[in-house]
T-cell receptor
Framework: DTAVSQTPKYLVTQMGNDKSIKCEQN?????MYWYKQDSKKFLKIMFS???????INETVPNRFSPKSPDKAHLNLHINSLELGDSAVYFC?????????????FGSGTRLTVV | RKEVEQDPGPFNVPEGATVAFNCTYS??????FFWYRQDCRKEPKLLMS???SGNEDGRFTAQLNRASQYISLLIRDSKLSDSATYLC????????FGAGTRLAVHP
C-alpha cells in the first residue's frame, strides 16, 4: 500500500521516441506534482495540479504534457525525447497546494535517453 | 541570489560527532521550512518541519534564524545510517528545494 507510486521505475529509450510515466497517490491529497532531478541532483518543479486542475507550469518545454484524470492520478507524457531529458522524475503529493505540510514523493522514474 | 541555498558539502564526520548544516533563504517574508533526507538513488523523505519555534526530534534539531535568514539542521551523535543528502525546502515559494548538502558519516 505505497502512498505515492510511479511506473515505470526505469525507462531507457531512444531519442525521438514518446514515453509516458504514471503516478498514483492513495493519501487523499488534493495536490500532485512532477519534479525533475538532474545529474547534479538539483530538484526542480515542473508541474503542479490541484484537484485535476493545472496550477503551476514552470517553463517546461511543451513536449512535456501532464494529465490528471482525477485527483489521485497525475501522468506525464513526453514527446520527441531528447538526450537532455535524461533525469530522475519524481511525482509528489501534498495535502494542499502550497506544500505547507510537506510533500510525499514517489520512488522516482529514472529516464535514460540514448 | 537563489531563493534557498545550501552548502553542497560533503561533510565527512566520524560516528558520534555533532554536525550542523545551514540553508539560507532570500525572502524575509518566509514563514516555514522543511528538511528532507534523500538517500542515494531514492526519493526525498520529509525529515522535519521548521517554524519560528524550532523543532527537535531525538538527535535532530532544526531552527529558524529570521535575523540572518537561515535555517539549520543539527545532528547529534551521528550514526552511519545518517549518511545521506539533506535538502531544505520552503520559504516564500514552497515548491523550491535547495541543491542539498551531502553528509558522509564514517566509522
Amino acid at each position: 500500500d505505497t502512498a505515492v507510486s510511479q511506473t515505470p521505475k526505469y525507462l531507457v529509450t531512444q531519442m525521438g521516441n514518446d514515453k509516458s510515466i504514471k503516478c498514483e497517490q492513495n493519501l487523499g491529497h488534493d495536490t500532485m506534482y512532477w519534479y525533475k532531478q538532474d545529474s547534479k541532483k538539483f530538484l526542480k518543479i515542473m508541474f503542479s495540479y490541484n484537484n485535476k486542475e493545472l496550477i503551476i507550469n514552470e517553463t517546461v518545454p511543451n513536449r512535456f504534457s501532464p494529465k490528471s484524470p482525477d485527483k489521485a492520478h497525475l501522468n506525464l507524457h513526453i514527446n520527441s525525447l531528447e538526450l537532455g531529458d535524461s533525469a530522475v522524475y519524481f511525482c509528489a503529493s501534498s495535502q494542499e497546494g502550497t506544500g505547507a505540510w510537506g510533500y510525499t514523493f514517489g520512488s522516482g522514474t529514472r529516464l535514460t535517453v540514448v | 541570489r537563489k531563493e534557498v541555498e545550501q552548502d553542497p558539502g560533503p561533510f565527512n564526520v566520524p560516528e558520534g560527532a555533532t554536525v550542523a548544516f545551514n540553508c539560507t533563504y532570500s525572502n524575509s517574508a518566509s514563514q516555514s521550512f522543511f528538511w528532507y533526507r534523500q538517500d542515494c538513488r531514492k526519493e526525498p523523505k520529509l525529515l522535519m518541519s521548521v517554524y519560528s519555534s524550532g523543532n527537535e526530534d531525538g538527535r535532530f534539531t532544526a531552527q529558524l534564524n529570521r535575523a540572518s535568514q537561515y535555517i539549520s539542521l543539527l545532528i547529534r551523535d551521528s550514526k552511519l545510517s545518517d549518511s545521506a543528502t539533506y535538502l531544505c525546502n520552503g520559504g516564500y515559494n514552497k515548491l523550491i528545494f535547495g541543491a542539498g548538502t551531502r553528509l558522509a558519516v564514517h566509522p
